[in-house]
Structures are given as structure tokens and as C-alpha cells.
């Protein structure tokens, strides 16, 4: 009887060291896993790309302060990105944010925190300028838009409200939930 209990013992104490072993790798294949899905495969340092067209024009340049590229699902993460967008008959449309993210493909920038576009007239004066936060860049449909509250500031006029959309090709903006407009008087040059 007493070998049978103490087989009986050293099959429970097996049993339950080998729950303990099998919970604890599991554990431990989470972390690894968490942790290798958020682990960059390369990043980059004052990093700069220009795309271009098929006829070998300028499409659109990104730099950053830092890049970082993940395997995982293959998207990208930019601080303090900067973007000229080279448009075909106009001059070029300039946006900076805080942060931002490239999906896989680079089919979407999502720009995070602050953001600000531009475009100048050809001497370089500004002529439009719109501040708002977390805008989503489509590059191949030229566009832009986001939900947050934004100002729209041109020659004379701004213009403020909730959501905005910008269509890059023709340098149209429209503000979904307008909430005021003010325009400046026009000043006579004599």
C-alpha cells in the first residue's frame, strides 16, 4: 500500500510540475511574441524618400527626424514627418505633424498630434495655411481629411470648423461642420 501511495505522490507532484512548466512557457512565447511584434526590423535617422511618377517627374518627398520600420505588419512609424506633395500645373503643398504612420503598401499616412499644411505662391509667400490634428493622407487618390476642429487660413479670409477634406490635385478644401468664417477687408493701394 505504501508503494502504490508513493507512486500515486510522484505522479501528482509530475502532474502538477508539468502544468507549472507548460503555463510558464506559455507565458513566457506571449511575452516573446508581444514583444517581437513591436521590435523594429530597421529605422533611419534624418530619413528622406522622393517618389516619383512614371514620366520621371516628382511625386511627393517624406522626411522625418526618425523612422522606424515593423516586420510584423509591415507599417512605419515617423516623428515629426514633413511632406511636399509636387502637384503637375501648381506649386507644391507642404505638410509637417508631430507624429505619424505609414500603413503596409504606404497606401495611407496617418499624421498624429498637430498638423500643419501650406502651399506658397511662386515668390514663396504663403498663401494657405490650415492647423488641425490626426489627419489621414490618402497619396494615390491625392487627398486628404480629417475629423478634428480646423483652421483654414488664406490671403483675406479664415475660415473655422469641425472636419475638413483636402483634394491635392486641384487645391479645393472643404470643411464638413463649418463654424465661422471672417474675411478682411480688401486694402486699396492708394
Not at 42 to 51: H, K, N, P
Not at 88 to 101: E, H, M, N, Q, S
Not at 118 to 127: H, I, P, Q, V, Y
Request: no cysteine; charged share 30%; proline share 3%.
Amino acid at each position: 500500500m505504501t508503494q502504490r501511495i508513493i507512486i500515486l505522490t510522484l505522479l501528482a507532484v509530475a502532474a502538477l510540475g508539468s502544468t507549472w512548466l507548460m503555463n510558464r512557457m506559455g507565458q513566457q512565447a506571449a511575452v516573446t511574441e508581444k514583444g517581437k511584434s513591436r521590435v523594429p526590423d530597421y529605422y533611419m535617422e534624418d530619413f528622406s524618400t522622393l517618389s516619383m511618377r512614371e514620366d520621371g517627374t516628382p511625386k511627393d518627398k517624406l522626411t522625418a527626424l526618425y523612422m522606424a520600420h515593423y516586420p510584423d505588419d509591415d507599417t512605419t512609424e515617423l516623428l515629426q514627418p514633413e511632406m511636399e506633395v509636387y502637384r503637375r500645373d501648381d506649386t507644391p503643398l507642404f505638410i509637417r505633424a508631430d507624429k505619424g504612420w505609414v500603413t503596409s503598401g504606404n497606401e495611407v499616412i496617418l499624421l498624429k498630434g498637430k498638423v500643419k499644411m501650406w502651399e506658397n505662391d511662386a515668390s514663396g509667400k504663403r498663401t494657405l495655411e490650415v492647423n488641425t490634428s490626426n489627419v489621414r493622407v490618402l497619396m494615390k487618390e491625392e487627398y486628404a481629411e480629417t475629423d478634428d476642429y480646423t483652421t483654414i487660413t488664406a490671403t483675406r479670409a479664415t475660415i473655422t470648423g469641425t472636419g475638413m477634406r483636402a483634394y491635392f490635385k486641384n487645391s479645393r478644401l472643404k470643411v464638413i461642420k463649418h463654424e465661422r468664417t471672417t474675411i478682411e477687408p480688401k486694402h486699396d493701394a492708394s
